[in-house]
């Protein structure tokens, strides 16, 4: 229309003639505020210019790897690998090295990627404790990164920055249970990552390999996650989708979801179905691969089982394990012990971000489904003080890229316009998000964590020391939520307050006990203290010098061996030693007749025969005056009949049989009472503080 140079022009429709945002700056349209209530109006203030990501890896791993070193006589001791769970790992190579199939011929609850990433580390670096702690190490600096890039993207405060620091050593711990937890908690790190950053469908992809490792939490992380992505492709459609008489929506315009013309045909209802494509494309090439890579080393049979959570849902029910189970209470009971113990441990600053996070997730959850309806895929827009968009706004949905989507991590456009830089996509994936996006990035990640860590309480909390599975969760969401408002932020330094207590009372409790433990030859460089020493030489003295081994009919019976990278099969000689030939030269039989050859007796000298029993533990393979293990794991619905069966042949043979000196150090033998039938012709000849000795009558 013709302009008026006298300038008294008729109002117009504001889509006909755009604001000029040069000249109109001050002219802008008012914005109803949101029917939930804002919960950024005193939100501490964020850096607008991120810590470096290099600079807070270089900062967290320096951290890791000096704790690491610090509780090396806790990572490395004696009964964790003799008995405990870590050597079990170190027994599952071994068994599947020389053909056994995980949940076939021995039982395995876990996934196989674990078992796969753990044949070729210890190819390289042997299959020692101190190589099964070079991974822990490593996995808690790829931990590390995933945990800068996270605190790069949601832009913390002071407050988040200082939990991270203080609370690192109880987020990634210096050594786990096995190779499943460690390759869980590195995926799961990095997924958190990722989507704090805006991309979801890498995160996605992270928690599809993480369900590889350990079939847990990452089936429900992967749900909120498609949840999330189509909910996200739902706002583009909507954003993208034409009105009547209007044509496509203009995403310049921060009224258009207040005037859209509501005979819109049936926007909320529509997908951007290539942004979907793209997000879901990384997930399903991941799960393609993996499924290639261990289908064909382990088969079919194995891999399906170790990909769904059914048995480890089943020994948990036969375990009765919960978190309100009396044993469960002794780690986060105050009553358990007295109360100044119980303030030096995790468990207090664990517990009580535990609860924090559930009312955090209630809160960000309202934001994210009845304030800005989002998985309505409504526009909702709401005020802040610093005219940064809210959650749910407009404002904070991702723009479109290359026709396509950057999926939360474009830049807004008074940033495009200002930035040097052309915009591509590899630019974007490594840039941090919008402080826009961040905002509804903050409530996702606050919400999802907080269903994660809720549903590993009440269904998935198993011993004692379950809480070490997933802290990393509940460190990254609590010191995401510190910048929700002031409120938050003051909660988050009070908890970081009990995590330093804790963090102090555990470096000097380190320290101590580097200076009571030390290695030696006869525990097989494992750390012990005097008493432990002690123990293990009178059981190793008991063994040697007692008689010489009963006479087993054994057609040619023959052993294998796992010396680092090499596979062997050692042979039964004369005294002055066996012959080994490498696997090549093996019988072809071998790998397929597996369960024949676990199920003979092994003599590995002339001496007396001596069997290493425990529920877990790698006291078999770590030390020659034991049998070779036919098995990993004795616990109730997890190992195989064939399995236990293997395991009274080898004792009813066996002329001594080493044991933990009781039920709550894992003496396995009474949960099968035809193991308990096994040991009527033996007698304890010793039996101390921790390991007890049994003859053959």
């Not at 991309?199 to 749900?223: D, E, H, S, V, W």
């Not at 940033?415 to 996006?437: K, N, Q």
């Not at 964590?449 to 802290?471: D, E, H, I, K, N």
């Not at 109730?636 to 049989?657: S, Y």
Request: charged residues 15%; proline residues 8%; positive net charge.
């Amino acid at each position: 229309m013709p302009i008026d140079p006298s300038g008294n022009n008729p109002p117009v429709n504001a889509r006909d003639n755009p604001i000029d945002p040069l000249i109109d700056a001050p002219r802008t349209t008012a914005v109803p505020a949101p029917p939930f209530p804002h919960s950024n109006d005193d939100a501490p203030a964020s850096s607008s210019a991120p810590a470096s990501v290099l600079t807070l890896w270089a900062i967290y791993a320096v951290e890791v790897v000096a704790i690491g070193i610090l509780r090396i006589p806790h990572d490395l001791a004696l009964f964790m690998f003799a008995f405990g769970d870590r050597g079990s790992w170190l027994v599952a190579q071994y068994l599947t090295a020389h053909g056994a199939r995980p949940t076939i011929d021995f039982g395995f609850p876990y996934g196989l990627l674990p078992l796969l990433f753990g044949r070729a580390w210890f190819a390289i670096f042997g299959l020692t404790p101190a190589a099964f702690n070079a991974a822990m190490m490593t996995g808690g600096v790829a931990m590390a990164f995933g945990m800068a890039r996270f605190a790069n993207a949601m832009r913390l405060s002071r407050v988040g920055q200082l939990l991270m620091v203080v609370a690192l050593p109880v987020a990634i711990q210096s050594s786990l249970p096995g190779l499943s937890h460690l390759l869980e908690a590195v995926a799961l790190c990095l997924a958190i990552s990722e989507h704090a950053r805006g991309n979801r469908g890498a995160a996605l992809a992270l928690a599809t390999a993480a369900c590889f490792a350990k079939a847990a939490l990452g089936y429900l992380y992967g749900l909120l996650l498609i949840l999330l992505i189509v909910a996200h492709c739902r706002r583009l459609s909507t954003r993208n989708a034409p009105t009547e008489g209007v044509g496509l929506a203009s995403s310049d315009d921060p009224t258009e979801s207040i005037g859209a013309t509501p005979g819109a045909p049936s926007a909320l209802a529509r997908l951007d179905w290539l942004a979907l494509r793209r997000s879901l494309m990384p997930a399903a090439v991941t799960a393609l691969l993996l499924f290639a890579l261990a289908g064909p080393v382990f088969g079919a049979r194995p891999l399906l089982e170790s990909l769904l959570p059914l048995n480890g849902m089943k020994i948990y029910r036969s375990q009765h394990f919960s978190f309100f189970t009396p044993w469960a209470r002794t780690f986060w009971d105050p009553r358990s012990q007295p109360l100044g113990r119980f303030f030096a441990t995790p468990a207090p600053f664990w517990l009580g971000s535990t609860i924090w996070l559930a009312l955090a997730g209630l809160l960000t959850g309202g934001h994210l489904f009845a304030g800005s309806r989002f998985f309505a895929g409504s526009r909702s827009l709401s005020p802040s003080p610093d005219g940064a968009g809210a959650a749910g706004s407009r404002v904070s949905s991702p723009l479109p890229v290359d026709h396509g989507t950057d999926d939360g991590t474009s830049h807004r456009r008074d940033e495009i316009a200002a930035s040097s830089h052309p915009l591509t996509r590899s630019r974007l994936w490594s840039s941090p998000p919008s402080e826009c996006a961040t905002v509804q990035l903050r409530h996702e990640i606050v919400f999802c964590c907080a269903v994660l860590q809720t549903l590993f309480v009440l269904r998935f909390f198993g011993p004692p020391t379950s809480w070490t599975y997933y802290p990393y969760i509940v460190v990254m969401a609590v010191a995401a939520a510190s910048v929700i408002n002031s409120v938050t932020a003051r909660v988050t330094m009070l908890l970081a307050f009990v995590a330093f207590i804790a963090l102090d009372a555990s470096l000097v409790g380190a320290a101590s006990q580097r200076k009571m433990y030390a290695p030696s030859a006869l525990t097989a460089g494992l750390w012990a203290d005097a008493a432990d020493r002690a123990e293990w030489s009178t059981v190793t003295r008991l063994i040697a010098g007692s008689r010489g081994p009963r006479t087993v009919a054994a057609g040619g019976p023959q052993s294998v061996a796992l010396r680092g990278a090499q596979v062997g099969i050692r042979t039964a000689g004369s005294s002055s030693g066996a012959v080994t030939r490498p696997l090549a030269e093996a019988p072809a039989s071998l790998p397929r007749a597996a369960e024949a050859s676990l199920s003979t007796v092994l003599p590995n000298s002339a001496g007396p025969r001596t069997v290493a029993i425990g529920v877990a533990g790698a006291a078999s393979i770590l030390f020659p005056q034991f049998e070779k293990p036919v098995g990993a794991y004795l616990v109730r619905d997890e190992a195989t009949p064939a399995e236990v069966e293997r395991t009274i042949e080898l004792i009813k043979a066996a002329d001594f049989v080493v044991r933990p000196a009781s039920v709550s150090l894992g003496d396995p033998i009474y949960a099968w009472p035809e193991m308990t039938r096994a040991f009527d012709n033996f007698q304890v000849i010793w039996k101390g503080q921790t390991y007890q000795v049994c003859r053959h009558r």
